[in-house]
């Protein structure tokens, strides 16, 4: 088990908070328990929305950005905030 040789975090995360609706990305983990599939965890924050369709946009745009990286297993946790909280 260990992180992917090839992944790079800085770039993988300035994409994936380029997503509109996005206030915060943390927690990015990236590992490959065979050094073929690799996995990732993600916890990304946003504004609180009205519609759900909203929630199942940004998480389909970052796992597309995380396929582009090579991940193939992709855990998306989304936290609202509230506009004066610090994210």
Same mark, same amino acid.
């Given at each position: 088990?260990? $992180? ?11 994409? &994936?908070? =380029?997503?509109?609706?996005? &206030?915060?990305?943390?927690? &990015? $983990? ?8 690799? &996995?990732?965890? /993600? ?21 597309? /950005? =995380? ?6 297993? $992709? ?13």
């Amino acid at each position: 088990q260990g $992180r992917p040789r090839d992944f790079h975090s800085p770039d993988f995360k300035k994409q &994936v908070a =380029a997503i509109d609706g996005i &206030v915060d990305v943390d927690s &990015v $983990r990236v590992w490959s328990l065979d050094g073929v599939d690799n &996995v990732m965890s /993600i916890r990304i924050h946003i504004h609180t929305v009205e519609d759900r369709s909203e929630i199942e946009r940004i998480k389909r745009d970052v796992r597309h /950005i =995380a396929s582009h990286f090579s991940i193939h297993e $992709r855990f998306v946790t989304i936290e609202t905030c509230l506009a004066q909280e610090n994210c």
